[in-house]
């Protein structure tokens, strides 16, 4: 990865991070994203790394999306890769009962602000040679689960972003892959799982049992798959939902 650059959105979270600290250790340029201005300055000081630059900004905003976007260029001449990573969970509630409100919020994030990503990464990517993007979606991209509306509708939508904009981008060298994560040991899983309702350790307990490995996953094991859709190992796979579950859905 030397001399090569990647931008990962919701960089200040656990998956995102795992992946930048994995890029940082190949030796990638990384720029991480994300709204949370004090989580990036501590990874930036903890790291103590020339190569690391950190961006707050909110993906659902088109003005700052061309800002992570210029930043990059200009720190590290060309985008090579991206994570389009940056998402929320919502809340846990049945569909009669859900607030439009809490619907769009979700959307913003997990759709809008992955459509905004591909299009002005893309267009900076066409201009120099093309590059390897993947989107985060989930194992809620490939089924349902009851009370759980926003989320599941978002990374079932973000799989058609990623179909499409693989077919428009190889003309462009451009490739384009999801990956699905399934039960990560992570905040967002926490957040989840509090609002199932019930005792949360049987919640969680439930939830492990529908993964044949019998565990959660950590996120290094999501860093090792996107890694491998970025590099130039996968330089012939596009289009592609890559599954990491343990395999829940198998």
Known sequence: MTNKSIIITGGAGEIGWATAQKFLEAGAKVLIVDLDENKLKELQSTTKSDSLEICVADVTKEEDVKKYVKLAEDKFGKIDMFFNNAGIEGVVTPITELPLEKFNQVQQVNVQGVFLGMKHVMNSMKNTGGGSIVITSSVAGLQGMPGMTPYITSKHAVIGIMRTAALEGAKMKIRVNTV????????????????????????????RQQVPLERYAQEEEIADTVFFLLSEQARYTTGATYVVDGGMTA
């Open 180 to 207: 699905h994560p399934g039960v990560v040991d992570s905040r967002m899983m926490d957040s989840l799982e509090k609002g199932m309702g019930g005792d949360q350790e049987q919640v969680k307990e439930g939830l």
